[in-house]
T-cell receptor, first 114, second 116 residues
Framework: SAVISQKPSRDICQRGTSLTIQCQVD?????MFWYRQQPGQSLTLIAT?????????ESGFVIDKFPISRPNLTFSTLTVSNMSPEDSSIYLC???????????FGQGTRLTVV | AQSVAQPEDQVNVAEGNPLTVKCTYS??????LFWYVQYPNRGLQFLLK??????LVKGSYGFEAEFNKSQTSFHLKKPSALVSDSALYFC??????????????FGSGTRLSIRP
């Protein structure tokens, strides 16, 4: 298993600003995944973050809007840039460890853009 | 491309009765299937998984799921529901096996409501 810490747990931001979400894992993992979830809705994969290379973005998500850093095997950040109210959502960090097949999730960051 | 469908937005069951939450999937290779539960204002918790072997897998909190390859289904079940089982349940699928590079795709979710 893995213990994942996300910061901040929630934030209220002004439109046009940017927020960086941090994800810290208690073990080294190859891949980290960033998801977005509207409250009570499904999870949508934003991107897959590989240490030492560019993140891979899913359709509908671009690097300029959601830049991702992955400086080492236990840490990643997701930035939500130039925010609008439509970006209000829960952002979740997820990992799959080498010894398991299932994903483990952080508690999420609840973002409200006003 | 892989996909997963949960045809029911909501399932209502009386406490003590059996429950079933439906899930069907589509992958090009062998599926790795998962169920997660999300309680209000909480993160996702892993319930159970099917990788290979016995088609009936058992997981946390008394839940189990049956893998049916011919019907491409992986329905979640519990013999006797509890009010505390009320939550949002997600079915998920991976297409590439043990490679941690393969992404997990989630269904739309089913809200399970257990009435006393």
């Amino acid at each position: 298993s893995a213990v994942i810490s996300q910061k901040p747990s929630r934030d209220i931001c002004q439109r046009g600003t940017s927020l960086t979400i941090q994800c810290q894992v208690d073990s080294q993992v190859t891949m980290m995944f960033w998801y977005r979830q509207q409250p009570g809705q499904s999870l949508t994969l934003i991107a897959t973050a590989n240490q030492g290379s560019e993140a891979t973005y899913e359709s509908g998500f671009v690097i300029d809007k959601f830049p991702i850093s992955r400086p080492n095997l236990t840490f990643s950040t997701l930035t939500v840039s130039n925010m609008s109210p439509e970006d209000s959502s829960i952002y979740l960090c997820s990992v799959v460890t080498g010894g398991s097949s299932e994903a483990f999730f952080g508690q999420g960051t609840r973002l409200t853009v006003v | 491309a892989q996909s997963v469908a949960q045809p029911e937005d909501q399932v209502n069951v009386a406490e003590g009765n059996p429950l079933t939450v439906k899930c069907t999937y589509s992958v090009s290779g062998n599926p790795y299937l998962f169920w997660y539960v999300q309680y209000p204002n909480r993160g996702l918790q892993f319930l159970l998984k099917y990788i290979t072997g016995d088609n009936l897998v058992k997981g946390s909190y008394g839940f189990e799921a049956e893998f049916n390859k011919s019907q491409t289904s992986f329905h979640l079940k519990k013999p006797s529901a509890l009010v505390s089982d009320s939550a949002l349940y997600f079915c998920a699928v991976r297409d590439s096996g043990y490679s941690s590079a393969s992404k997990i795709i989630f269904g739309s979710g089913t809200r399970l409501s257990i009435r006393p």
